[in-house]
């Protein structure tokens, strides 16, 4: 079964803190795909980061940063120095190679950026 | 650069009545997806298209549902006989698919059904 977990339904943080989206996902075959994806109050889900079962280097694009650790099935997600436009749903999304085409999302953390 | 595009973006009908979407993917996309999501939840899978060829039909899809790509580019969303449960945001998603690797699904800013 393919599953991914984000604990955490709602995060709220004042402006500039660091905040860390946590990811939790499970399958049985050997490769997949991890994303992340933005969904803002208007509704359209935007791409952030996609990263495959065999790379587990970690990335940094700006102030957002991911970990990816195979031995925890984690991909989780930091932004660094929070801003009010952070605010937003962010979804974590497993897609397995054997498990077809369609992606499985996780329910979403929302985060709340305080001024 | 065009992104994805759904019509209508709101749609309020009455129980019982059809209701059809539209998506238009990226333009060089030969993969099209439908998903649905109801508050609080993350996007849900519904079908997906290869060019016209629908190859795969999720288990919420139910009889009332049907989906075409007739050409291989544009695809509609048809629920026949609404129920108050269809109620949801309705998502189209297109991506590039070469070879075997998995593709990034870009999504469009869906269209948002109340059936009352």
């Known amino acids: 079964a393919q599953k991914v977990t984000q604990a955490q339904t709602e995060i709220s943080v004042v402006e500039k803190e660091d905040v860390t989206l946590d990811c939790v996902y499970e399958?049985?075959?050997?490769?997949?795909?991890l994303f992340w994806y933005k969904q803002p109050p208007s509704g359209e889900l935007v791409f952030l980061i996609r990263r495959n079962s065999f790379d587990e280097q970690n990335e940094i694009s700006g102030r957002y940063s991911w970990n990816f650790q195979k031995s925890t099935s984690s991909f989780n997600f930091t932004i660094t120095a929070s801003q009010v436009v952070d605010s937003a749903v962010y979804f974590c999304a497993l897609s397995a190679h054997n498990y077809g085409q369609n992606f499985v999302f996780g329910p979403g953390t929302r985060l709340s950026v305080l001024p | 650069d065009t992104g994805v595009s759904q019509n209508p973006r709101h749609k309020i009908t009455k129980r019982g009545q059809n209701v059809t979407f539209r998506c238009d993917p990226i333009?060089?996309?030969?993969?099209l997806y439908w998903y649905r999501q109801t508050l609080g939840q993350g996007p849900e899978f519904l079908t997906y298209?290869?060019?016209?060829?629908?190859?795969?039909k999720s288990r919420l899809l139910s009889d009332r549902f049907s989906a075409e790509r007739p050409k291989g580019s544009f695809s509609t969303l048809e629920i026949q006989r609404t129920e108050q449960g269809d109620s949801a945001m309705y998502l189209c998603?297109?991506?590039?698919?070469?070879?075997?690797?998995?593709?990034?699904?870009?999504f469009g800013p869906g269209t948002r059904l109340l059936v009352l």
């Open positions: 399958t049985r075959d050997t490769t997949y795909y």
């Open positions: 333009s060089e996309h030969n993969r």
């Open positions: 298209f290869q060019n016209e060829a629908q190859l795969e």
């Open positions: 998603a297109s991506s590039f698919r070469l070879g075997t690797d998995q593709e990034t699904q870009y």
